[in-house]
């Protein structure tokens, strides 16, 4: 497609399941961010990629969350053991490159813990 | 640490109207800021994005204009309509190597344009 897209929309857990995010950036770009966006709250950023590679993982909030992508491609983003705080709408977003070029960002996923 | 502030929190304004939204960031080291809108349940639409070397750049009714030295960026709308409607967020990105990559967000500014 022509945009970023993620799967699912929307996603509905109970505390303490483990869910998995799935980005798809726009075809050749090389980097890819993921972010967070709690009710009310502004964006925060979460983790970068560039390549395959994570040069900065800054945002990650603990350890129960993590991420990974392959191919120069599809990213996934996993938290486990989820707790009602990790309600949110997480967004992907990618660019050419780092630093000068835009971020286009997908529509994201809604995560609701129960 | 970067912070990005937006005012007005929220805007109500007759459709016609011409309006501008502000934009401070506390950090002027940064490589670009960009605009960019949000509709609810929506993801973000990019705006417009100014390169740390540039002063504004335009796009149809729209026009983002960058003061670095002072953090301040300031987006204009002209003849505003009610498919303006959204909330209008200004991400800058930078300072710094390790982190340059990152946009650091504002809260928004929620525009309502009435008929």
């Known amino acids: 497609g022509a945009g970023v897209s993620q799967s699912p929309s929307n996603k509905v857990t109970e505390k303490g399941k483990d869910v998995e995010l799935r980005c798809d950036p726009i075809?050749?770009?090389?980097?890819l961010y993921w972010y967070r966006q709690r009710l009310g709250q502004g964006l925060e950023f979460l983790i970068y990629?560039?390549?395959?590679?994570?040069?900065?993982k800054s945002g990650l909030p603990s350890d129960r969350f993590s991420a990974e992508r392959t191919g120069e491609s599809v990213s996934t983003l996993t938290i486990q053991r989820t707790q009602q705080e990790d309600s949110a709408v997480y967004l992907c977003a990618s660019s050419l490159g780092q630093f000068y070029n835009e971020q286009f960002f997908g529509p994201g996923t809604r995560l609701t813990v129960l | 640490k970067q912070e990005v502030t937006q005012i007005p929190a929220a805007l109500s304004v007759p459709e016609g109207e011409n309006l501008v939204l502000n934009c401070s960031f506390t950090d002027s080291a940064i490589y670009n800021l960009q605009w960019f809108r949000q509709d609810p349940g929506k993801g973000l639409t990019s705006l417009l994005l100014?390169?740390?070397?540039?002063r504004e750049q335009t796009s149809g009714r729209l026009n983002a204009s960058l003061d670095k030295s002072s953090g301040r960026s300031t987006l204009y709308i002209a003849a505003s309509q009610p498919g303006d409607s959204a909330t209008y967020l200004c991400a800058v990105r930078g300072p710094g190597t390790g982190t340059a990559s990152k946009l650091t967000f504002g809260t928004g500014t929620r525009l309502q344009v009435t008929l």
């Open positions: 100014i390169q740390s070397s540039q």
């Open positions: 990629f560039q390549g395959n590679s994570a040069p900065d």
């Open positions: 075809s050749g770009h090389t980097a």
